[in-house]
């Protein structure tokens, strides 16, 4: 079973930079698309970008295109989230997922192995 584990999360302030990695490990294939959701407090978890195996293909949802990017190395079996112009309402835990398609995906439900996640908190 593939494990994900992301990392790189912190406080950075508005107008800054930050990315996240979501390492893969373990038994199982990772030549799948690769996804990062976020949830901010209370409220429901939202897709924010994917990425096709072997990454020729992304998608973002539209509060972050242009902003941030998707990004996988497959030799090292890990995803990247490069988050640029942050604003407070990226506040939120980021999770990375891998999908059971090589396609891109906006559907939670299309993902079946999810990280643990980790906090991105941008001050307003």
């Known amino acids: 079973q593939v494990q994900l584990v992301e990392s790189g999360g912190g406080l950075v302030q508005a107008g800054g930079s930050l990315r996240l990695s979501c390492a893969a490990s373990?038994?199982?294939?990772?030549?799948?698309?690769v996804a990062w959701f976020r949830q901010a407090s209370g409220k429901e978890r939202e897709f924010v970008g994917s990425?096709?195996?072997?990454?020729?293909?992304?998608v973002y949802a539209r509060s972050v295109k242009g902003r941030f990017t998707v990004s996988r190395d497959n030799v090292k079996n890990t995803a990247y989230l490069e988050m640029n112009s942050l604003k407070s309402d990226d506040t939120a835990v980021y999770y990375c997922?891998?999908?059971?398609?090589?396609?891109?995906?906006?559907?939670?439900?299309?993902?079946?192995?999810w990280g643990q996640g980790t906090q991105v908190t941008v001050p307003a």
């Open positions: 997922a891998q999908s059971r398609y090589q396609t891109v995906s906006d559907s939670s439900s299309d993902y079946i192995i």
């Open positions: 373990g038994r199982g294939s990772t030549q799948a698309a």
């Open positions: 990425i096709s195996w072997p990454g020729r293909k992304t």
